[in-house]
Structure formats: structure tokens, C-alpha cells
């Protein structure tokens, strides 16, 4: 069974630093595509960034200019560093992962996380 958990998410103020991790267990991170989302009040779900099994990263257009994502393969674990923090990144962060191949054609995630709230304050 694939878990994911984050951690790190919180109250913060705007123009402050933040890093998301999220803690795989039942797959490898290194062997698969994962990436971040994040679902804002009132809104739909949507892509931050994602990094492919060889390393590639991908950014959304709500993840462009702020946003890294890295792995620790030794710790299976991955992480999201958002910086410069605004108040329009307040939402619920989930860590996702690809079944092997299926990021690449635009499918969605087959994993999820329970998401971790980011609460950024003016």
C-alpha cells in the first residue's frame, strides 16, 4: 500500500520561506514521477510541480519562480521549497505519485497524500 505524508505545512507571513516534505513509503521516490499540488478554499485542485524519475522537474504556472522540488533518495522522501510567500498560496498541499509511465501522459496522479495546510497571513 502507497502512503504518502506530509509534513511542514503552517502558519506563516507573507514573504517568508517554507519547505514541504512528504514521506513515501511503499514505493520508491526515486523510481517514480511525484510531484505537489495544492487546493485552495472554494477552488479546484491544482499542479505545483513534479519531478520525473530521472530527475526532470516541471513547474505550473502556480509553482513557476517560488517553488522547488527535490528528493532525498536515501530519506524516500520529497520535498516542496516554497519561497517568498503570499497570501494566494494559502491552501492544503498534497504530495502525489505516478504509477510508473502515466506522468508522461497527462494522467493523474495514482497516489495521494492527506494533504497538509499552508496558511500564509499579510
Known amino acids: 500500500q502507497v502512503q504518502l505524508v506530509e509534513f511542514g505545512g503552517g502558519l506563516v507571513q507573507a514573504g517568508e520561506s517554507l519547505r514541504l516534505s512528504c514521506a513515501a513509503s511503499?514505493?520508491?521516490?526515486?523510481?517514480?514521477?511525484m510531484g505537489w499540488y495544492r487546493q485552495a478554499p472554494g477552488k479546484q485542485r491544482e499542479s505545483v510541480a513534479a519531478i520525473t524519475r530521472g530527475g526532470s522537474t516541471n513547474y505550473a504556472d502556480s509553482g513557476k519562480g517560488r517553488c522547488t522540488i527535490s528528493r532525498d533518495n536515501a530519506k524516500n522522501t520529497v520535498y516542496l521549497q516554497i519561497n517568498s510567500l503570499k497570501p494566494e498560496d494559502t491552501a492544503v498541499y498534497y504530495c502525489?505519485?505516478?504509477?510508473?509511465?502515466?506522468?508522461?501522459?497527462?494522467?493523474?496522479?495514482?497516489?495521494w497524500g492527506q494533504g497538509t495546510q499552508v496558511t500564509v497571513s499579510s
Open positions: 502525489a505519485a505516478w504509477p510508473p509511465g502515466l506522468y508522461y501522459s497527462g494522467s493523474p496522479p495514482g497516489s
Open positions: 511503499g514505493i520508491i521516490v526515486s523510481s517514480n514521477a
